[in-house]
């Protein structure tokens, strides 16, 4: 009888506690609950929001997704210039005679790098704000440019790399405020080719460069030393290399972590992580949520995205008069809008370009 009598007693006590428990938890108030979730990521908020309808609301309230890049498309002629974002598939057009007859080289926090084949200039530009800086000239024909900040920055720093034969590379260098370019050759140890399909990315300090046939070769700005890692390009399938094999490659980077993505007219993309312990190529099966949007000229990656567009690659292309840019689901293994594959070999490098706008955007749409 004692027994029970304890047993009933004690579960008692537990279901107090659970109710005390689940009473503190509604009690919170509601400045310190927002205060929590509005730390927590876009993932994290979402799963809190379906607890109750209290915390639905306020998880909604402190909500905050990402900005997703726009694609910038250079028009053949006339200098009406339309941004895409591909969020809210809205089309800005407006007029920037700033950008007419001029080259898409690179683009990075919002600024573009810009190059006007009739007079060899190069500059920055930021169509968000109309500022502008001047660099010296300098020839670009078959090389491609990049840049490690914003050149509002101190540590801004232009890449070109352009290959003299297989083993012998010309990589040239400049910063906001020079007076004149370095150019310095350096000896490979690998065959390093490089053209206008190459793909640059700027990670942890150095200068990642992907090269026609699928080496990785690497600029440090600091040291000014340059290498070819010894990590033999990814394996693919065989019909890979096929019509215009060399072009439907992109670079991207994510917290450090490098990224390159492989495409056919005829398959999904393929995508591969570089294994920097092991120094080798891993294929990835999921980005873990991760967006990446990827061009000929540049490439960002993103978290925190809404809905559909996490887990995804985006290219630098619009179909649907205007309504859809062209996305590879990962999870769904299809591109969209159609389940079609595209050949982005047959694709103008310099048509377009991913840039970041600003937060706020009130000043210019």
Not at 103 to 129: I, M
Not at 139 to 144: D, K, S, T
Not at 147 to 167: D, G, Q, V, Y
Not at 304 to 321: A, E
Request: proline letters at 6%; charged letters at 20%.
């Amino acid at each position: 009888m004692l027994c029970r009598l304890a047993e009933t007693i004690t579960n008692y006590n537990e279901e107090k506690k659970d109710m005390n428990e689940l009473q503190s938890w509604s009690e919170i108030p509601t400045e310190l609950l927002e205060l929590i979730i509005s730390r927590l990521n876009l993932e994290d908020n979402i799963r809190v929001s379906s607890v109750c309808k209290r915390w639905n609301s306020i998880a909604i309230s402190v909500r905050v997704a990402n900005q997703s890049p726009w694609i910038l498309y250079f028009p053949k002629s006339g200098n009406l210039h339309e941004f895409y974002d591909p969020s809210k598939r809205v089309t800005y057009a407006c007029e920037i005679p700033e950008l007419v007859g001029s080259r898409a080289c690179y683009s990075k926090d919002g600024w573009l790098l810009l190059y006007k084949p009739t007079t060899n200039r190069v500059f920055f530009f930021n169509p968000f704000t109309q500022d502008s800086v001047n660099m010296p000239s300098f020839e670009i024909n078959h090389q491609i440019v990049a840049f490690s900040s914003a050149p509002t920055s101190s540590e801004c720093i232009l890449f070109s790399i352009k290959h003299m034969s297989p083993t012998v590379v010309a990589i040239s260098t400049c910063h906001p405020g020079a007076t004149d370019w370095t150019t310095v050759n350096y000896a490979n140890r690998l065959p390093f080719v490089s053209s206008i399909w190459n793909k640059v990315i700027f990670v942890g300090g150095l200068f990642y460069c992907l090269s026609l046939t699928g080496w990785v070769g690497v600029y440090d700005p600091l040291k000014r030393t340059w290498d070819v890692l010894p990590v033999p390009p990814p394996k693919c399938p065989d019909h890979f290399f096929s019509k215009n094999w060399w072009k439907g490659k992109f670079i991207a980077e994510h917290k450090g972590e490098i990224l390159v993505i492989y495409t056919c007219c005829n398959e999904n993309p393929i995508i591969f992580k570089l294994d920097q312990t092991e120094m080798g190529w891993v294929e990835m099966k999921t980005l873990a949520g991760v967006t990446l949007f990827v061009s000929f000229l540049s490439s960002h990656s993103r978290t925190d995205l809404l809905g559909l567009m996490r887990n995804s690659i985006y290219f630098s292309k619009v179909r649907f008069f205007g309504k859809r840019c062209i996305s590879y689901s990962v999870d769904k293994c299809r591109y969209y809008p159609c389940k079609r594959c595209y050949d982005w070999g047959e694709q103008d490098p310099f048509e377009s370009i991913w840039i970041e706008p600003p937060e706020e955007l009130s000043t210019f749409i």
